[in-house]
C-alpha cells in the first residue's frame, strides 16, 4: 500500500453515462498524475497537477474528460458521456516533486 | 512525441536463470525511471537513474542508463519467482514531468 487510494476500484457502466472518478494523494505530495492503462500496455498519461494548478494535458484527454484539484489535496477525474473505448484502469500517482511517483489501486473502468 | 520502446515484450526464463529488459526512447531523456507491476496489480516504483552512463544496483538487479540518455537495461540474476510481473522503463523529457512509460517486458518464471 503506497498510501494513494482511489475510489471507486470497479466501475461498470452503459455507453452514454458519465462517471466521476476520485483520488486521495499521499497528504504531503503536491503533484498529482492521471494515467490511463489498457490491457497489456503501459500507463498512458492523460494529466497533472501541482497543487491545484493543472500544468498538462494529453492529447488523449478529449473534452469528455476532465479532471479537477479543487483544493490542492484529492483530484477528480470525470467521463462524460463514456464509449465503449474508454474502457481501460484509470491510475492515479502522486509525488512530493518530478521525481519518485507513487501510484494508487487504481479504478478499473468498464462501459458495456 | 516521445516514444519509448521495450524488448523483449515478454521473457519466460527457469527459475535460477538471468533476466534482461532492454528500453530505447526516441529522444534524450532528463531520467528513467523503472517501475515492476504485478499481474493484476499497480505499477511500484523500483528506481531512477539521472546521470549519463549511470549503474545502480539493489541486490540481485542491475540498472543501466546510456551514455547517450537515451537507452537503459535491467538486468536480474538468478530469478526468483517473486520476480514474476512486467517491468515498465519510463522516461521523462527535459522541461516537463509527465512520464512516458515504455511498452513493457512482461516476465514469468518456470519453477
Known amino acids: 500500500d503506497t498510501g494513494v487510494s482511489q475510489d471507486p476500484r470497479h466501475k461498470i457502466t452503459k455507453r452514454g453515462q458519465n462517471v466521476t472518478f476520485r483520488c486521495d494523494p499521499i497528504?504531503?505530495?503536491?503533484?498529482l498524475y492521471w494515467y490511463r492503462q489498457t490491457l497489456g500496455q503501459g500507463p498512458e498519461f492523460l494529466t497533472y497537477?501541482?497543487?491545484?494548478?493543472?500544468?498538462?494535458k494529453s492529447r488523449l484527454l478529449s473534452d469528455r474528460f476532465s479532471a479537477e484539484r479543487p483544493k490542492g489535496s484529492f483530484s477528480t477525474l470525470e467521463i462524460q458521456r463514456t464509449e465503449q473505448g474508454d474502457s481501460a484502469m484509470y491510475l492515479c500517482?502522486?509525488?512530493?516533486?518530478?521525481?519518485?511517483?507513487?501510484f494508487g489501486p487504481g479504478t478499473r473502468l468498464t462501459v458495456l | 512525441g516521445q516514444q519509448v520502446m521495450q524488448i523483449p515484450q515478454y521473457q519466460h526464463v527457469q527459475e535460477g536463470e538471468d533476466f534482461t529488459t532492454y528500453c530505447n526512447s526516441s529522444?534524450?531523456?532528463?531520467?528513467i525511471q523503472w517501475y515492476k507491476q504485478r499481474p493484476g496489480g499497480h505499477p511500484v516504483f523500483l528506481i531512477q537513474l539521472v546521470k549519463s552512463g549511470e549503474v545502480k544496483k539493489q541486490k540481485r538487479l542491475t540498472f543501466q542508463f546510456g551514455e547517450a540518455k537515451k537507452n537503459s537495461s535491467l538486468h536480474i540474476t538468478a530469478t526468483q519467482t517473486t520476480d514474476v510481473g512486467t517491468y515498465f522503463c519510463a522516461g521523462i523529457d527535459f522541461g516537463n514531468e509527465k512520464l512516458t512509460f515504455g511498452t513493457g517486458t512482461r516476465l514469468t518464471i518456470i519453477p
Open positions: 500517482a502522486s509525488s512530493p516533486q518530478a521525481d519518485t511517483q507513487y
Open positions: 529522444t534524450t531523456l532528463s531520467n
Open positions: 497537477f501541482q497543487n491545484e494548478a493543472q500544468l498538462e
Open positions: 497528504s504531503e505530495h503536491n503533484r
